[in-house]
């Protein structure tokens, strides 16, 4: 038994928190920055845009949600390794030993920790980068969907029936609608859906990292 | 034998490190920054019980449910007293948060507990109304809860306490301590599993958790104390190292962004219970260093004890860690 070692749990497990909490409200923090673009985005929509809703959104919208959650993702993954690499250290021990890197987690071995390698290099920013169909990052229309019958209404007022003031505000009630319907899924994607505890988001995966740095730290110690 | 802990404020400053300011407090010990080594443990003394003891006399039991009174500061009358934990907090707080406006409040302390057991009686009276209190806001309590029969266990545990206290007037000391340690072990693992079970519902209750986590201290506190009066020292220490895992295990699950989404309609008790939390942890977690230490200097563990009880002018008193401890 290594008494010390003892209070190093402690204070790894004061790290784990501390990190958590930053974590969350580093995040929450950011979203303001992306939910301004997208409004602006969405207030400059066409007509034509609003019909073919779908197309927009995936070209104009999504792009830009997913590359800012990408941006998060890796500043705040090299964040957590420097803090988790200056807590090592108060504890008198060279971080540099300890097999906790980023590169290390991802299973691809000490020589490519985060810090050194090229993003692409770890599997885990690597599968973000290309941005599969299944990943949790992907912000395509199939996350912000209206009702059939309200896009179909909606579409064939702006189209031609009804008034101009009609079709302004049939506009601006389809433009209003997606607008939340964005904010609320860049929310569920970058902190977590409320509802859904289990749905993945960048926040949660980040706590997961968070950890499982901090479970290797205390493994180490056993 | 020479005493093995001295006058705080003597020798704090002939440590290295301290002048430069680069000590800084967790829990019971002082750590070197720069090096992360332990130097010395910090132990409170039998003025902060005395202070603690007029605190609570001064407020009774109208203040928070968990701790007693809201602070020495505001209870304490005695001036000499009031002026001597100032000049502590003016030379330590600074280096690190040391809280002793709270300390008698708080479910932790410094070092080996000196806390009475009048002063520890009364905490657990207090848990027991809050405990009644919850049980009653309650229509239909939770099945865990009811199952650790939380008021019977507080009961238990204060006639261990009451044992133990009575102990020192006893022939048979010994034998009393060692059934009293074991016992408190029991109560220990009930309420550690209990916690355990609670912090695995969707929805937490604040005024539980809080007691839950204030018996587990008081628990860990007194058999430690027991352990120490019988010398047991190896003993105790694998004791604290098995009961941190559990504390360990108990607050894995609940840090404080999870405990801030599942407290019923408390979510700004999260960061206290937090808090508390994490005090726990390194107060809990420095006992098997300071039992290292008595072990390399062959201090006895009642010597220990009651040095640091007979002490009434100074709050703390310090124990250097040995070199190549």
């Known amino acids: ?222 | 034998m020479t005493s093995p802990l001295l006058p705080f404020q003597i020798a704090a400053e002939n440590i290295p490190g301290w002048a430069a300011g680069q000590l800084v407090r967790h829990g019971a010990i002082l750590k070197d920054v720069n090096t992360g080594r332990i130097v010395a443990h910090l132990q409170e003394t039998g003025l902060l019980n005395q202070a603690a003891s007029q605190g609570v006399n001064m407020l009774g039991n109208a203040a928070n449910p968990i701790g007693g009174v809201a602070s020495i500061f505001t209870a304490v009358q005695n001036e000499q007293i009031k002026s001597k934990l100032a000049n502590l907090e003016s030379l330590v707080g600074g280096m690190h948060t040391l809280q002793l406006a709270t300390l008698a409040t708080s479910v932790v302390g410094i070092g080996v507990t000196m806390a009475s057991t009048a002063i520890i009686l009364n905490r657990i009276k207090q848990l027991d109304e809050t405990v009644q209190r919850v049980e009653s806001k309650v229509d239909a309590m939770p099945a865990k809860w009811r199952e650790m029969r939380v008021h019977e266990t507080l009961v238990d545990l204060q006639t261990h306490l009451e044992r133990l206290d009575e102990s020192a007037h006893r022939r048979d000391r010994e034998q009393v301590l060692g059934n009293v340690e074991e016992k408190l072990d029991y109560s220990f693992n009930q309420f550690a599993d209990g916690a355990h079970r609670m912090v695995g519902n969707v929805i937490i209750d604040a005024d539980q958790l809080r007691i839950l986590m204030s018996a587990l201290s008081i628990c860990a506190g007194a058999q430690f104390k027991a352990l120490l009066y019988l010398d047991l020292k190896e003993a105790a220490q694998k004791r604290a190292t098995r009961q941190n895992r559990k504390i360990e295990q108990l607050t894995w699950l609940i840090p404080q962004d999870v405990l801030e989404t599942r407290l019923a309609d408390k979510t700004d008790q999260a960061q206290a219970i937090s808090s508390d939390a994490s005090e726990l942890r390194i107060r809990l977690a420095g006992r098997p260093q300071i039992l290292e230490s008595m072990i390399m200097s062959d201090i006895h563990g009642r010597d220990y004890i009651e040095q640091s009880e007979q002490e009434t002018d100074e709050p703390l008193l310090l124990l250097p860690v040995p070199q190549d401890a």
């Open chain 1, 1 to 222: 038994m290594n008494p010390k070692s003892e209070l190093d749990r402690a204070e790894i497990l004061d790290w784990r928190n501390s990190e958590r909490l930053e974590l969350v409200s580093a995040i929450k923090e950011r979203i303001p920055s992306i939910t301004q673009k997208t409004d602006a985005l969405i207030d400059d929509m066409s007509a034509w845009d609003s019909i073919w809703r779908s197309s927009f959104h995936d070209r104009e919208i999504a792009p830009v949600v997913e590359s800012w959650l990408v941006e998060v993702m890796t500043e705040l993954k090299h964040e957590i390794e420097e803090s988790a690499q200056i807590s090592e250290r108060s504890l008198g021990n060279d971080a540099t030993d300890h097999s906790w890197t980023w590169g290390e987690i991802a299973g691809a071995g000490a020589a490519t920790a985060a810090t050194l390698a090229p993003l692409a290099v770890l599997p885990f920013v690597a599968s973000i980068a290309t941005v599969s169909t299944t990943s949790f990052l992907v912000f395509s229309t199939s996350v912000v969907s209206l009702p059939i019958l309200a896009v179909v209404v909606g579409g064939a007022t702006i189209a031609g029936v009804g008034g101009e003031k009609t079709r302004r505000y049939v506009s601006s009630w389809i433009t209003d609608g997606y607008r939340e319907q964005v904010r609320a899924e860049i929310y569920n994607k970058a902190v977590g859906d409320p509802v859904d505890l289990e749905a993945p988001a960048l926040c949660r995966r980040l706590l997961a990292d968070i950890d499982l740095i901090a479970n290797t730290r205390l493994e180490h110690l056993e």
